[in-house]
């Protein structure tokens, strides 16, 4: 019998092997692509300024595309394992892109005017995100809305997100503390002031999009060039993520007051203003105050125990 030594592939129906090599040259084309760019954000951030360093990313002030920006890095946690830490880390900074873009289209509901360096949206989900998206600031849709940084570029690769810096601004927080050591007539301006924030939180939870870290450090007063007029500015969106239960809403509210009270002592007539402009501007303020409630009353608890 004569017996040969090729082997023959058998690949699998409806596939041949010039497209099995097709498939993999282009996923090899996509890896390279996105290391190269990983590269170039690695050296964007060498030369950039960093501003500070937290338990989950730096942050960094540079000039990009001409334009004032702050780089957040979420860096590799060691202490995890790789495979987990990629996961966390993508999904984190997805979470974060997606609350920003959703509350800058606040109300709108279609998604024109935003572009991404493969024509797919930042908030698709994990699967179909690409490595990198560039958005464009100047869009009528990502103009209004919540106002919140504009988001410039995004690196799923190494975890960058390039954000407009607010030039000009200044905290909530010092804001309140300023004007309660000044001598002129406090009252009615931290008032209005707290109405506004009541507002535009719920007009942000009816997004459902809960914000995980409210505190007066996280919101900015950007004077208006046309009005004179102080728009609030929500920041750090880092912990943010999307849901609809009025329990985390609640939570959301929980944390605010919390901040809020220990940071600004004797205000608690101010924080009650604050959650009556809640609860006249949200649609759905009924559960969500019911939630916070609860929330209030095991937060107690816990105090009792110790």
Do not use: W
Not at 41 to 65: D, I
Not at 68 to 95: A, C, G, M, W
Not at 136 to 141: H, K, Q
Not at 142 to 166: K, N, Q, R, W
């Amino acid at each position: 019998p004569v017996t040969s030594s090729c082997s023959v592939s058998v690949c699998p129906p409806g596939v041949s092997l010039h497209g099995q090599s097709r498939q993999t040259r282009q996923r090899k084309a996509e890896v390279n692509t996105a290391r190269e760019g990983s590269m170039a954000v690695t050296q964007f951030l060498s030369k950039a300024e960093l501003v500070k360093q937290g338990a989950e990313a730096r942050v960094y002030r540079a000039q990009f595309l001409g334009k004032s920006t702050i780089v957040k890095e979420r860096f590799p946690k060691n202490y995890r394992h790789p495979l987990l830490d990629e996961k966390l880390t993508h999904r984190r900074t997805l979470q974060e892109v997606r609350s920003i873009l959703r509350c800058r289209r606040a109300g709108k509901s279609e998604d024109q005017g935003l572009k991404t360096g493969t024509g797919t949206r930042p908030d698709t989900g994990p699967e179909t995100s690409p490595s990198h998206s560039l958005l464009n600031p100047t869009s009528p849709l990502l103009s209004s809305g919540i106002s919140a940084p504009v988001v410039y570029f995004v690196d799923y690769t190494s975890h960058c997100i390039f954000l407009e810096e607010i030039v000009g601004s200044s905290t909530v927080r010092d804001h309140i503390a300023a004007t309660q050591k000044s001598d002129s007539c406090k009252g009615p301006e931290l008032e209005k002031l707290a109405e506004r924030v009541g507002q535009i939180l719920a007009k942000m939870h009816d997004e459902d999009v809960i914000h995980g870290d409210l505190t007066t450090s996280n919101m900015l007063l950007r004077c208006g060039a046309e009005d004179g007029e102080y728009d609030l500015v929500l920041i750090d969106f880092g912990l943010s993520y999307i849901s609809a239960l009025p329990e985390d809403k609640g939570v959301d509210l929980y944390v605010l007051e919390k901040a809020f009270l220990s940071t600004h002592p004797n205000t608690e007539a101010l924080f009650e203003k604050l959650l009556k402009s809640y609860s006249a501007a949200s649609k759905k303020s009924s559960a969500v105050i019911k939630k916070l409630d609860e929330v209030r009353l095991r937060g107690r608890k816990r105090s009792m125990v110790g």
